[in-house]
């Protein structure tokens, strides 16, 4: 049971990050949208607001993770697919509301700690994007910085749906960037 009233209160967090951001999730916020009783807080992380944080953008970097298992061996075009398919169905549920909870973190945090812990479920997301893209067939040394382009564009495209309320600056990168892979796949140049 204790268990399961932290993890909610980490799943709860991991949503209001994405639909809120970092200084709008609060304490008070989490309790009311998880229904947690307050002395939950203190027992689960009794070192406070970052230490909720933290395990909320572990919570959502293992979401994208898991989300991806299951294509090792698939060709390149699939893992791409899938990537901007869980990005699509983050904005379509949520009517353009949500975006990625770790780049929450990361734009508006001023802890140093709590930046090392995004960058470090990013740099996790680019490698594991790497390697999937090195076994469905992209050259190894094409993989690891298309996988960052990949992160990168994916996270511009949600802001910019996010801001325009629509999919269609998400939908034109995930056409632009299925064009580039395209190229690499054929041995030329992407540019």
Sequence with gaps: MAGEVRDNMVRG?????????????????????????????YHHFPGGKDQLVSAAVD??????????????GAPAEAVVARFFAIWRSVLTHSQCG???????VTVATDSAELLS????????????????????GLPADA???????????AEGAVVLSRADQSLEPFEAVASQLGEQLRVLLQGGQAG
């Design 117 to 136: 812990h995004a960058t470090a479920v990013f740099r996790h997301w680019r490698e594991r994007l790497a390697d999937l893209l090195r076994q469905g």
């Design 143 to 153: 993989a690891r910085p298309f996988a960052m382009l990949l992160i990168a564009s």
């Design 98 to 104: 949500s975006g990625c909870a770790v780049l929450a």
């Design 59 to 72: 919570h959502a970097g293992s979401l994208l993770v898991a989300a991806l298992e299951g294509l090792a």
């Design 13 to 41: 967090a991991t949503a209001l990050l994405a639909r809120r951001g970092l200084h709008a999730t609060s304490f008070s916020e989490v309790l009311a949208a998880t229904g947690a009783p307050r002395g939950s807080l």
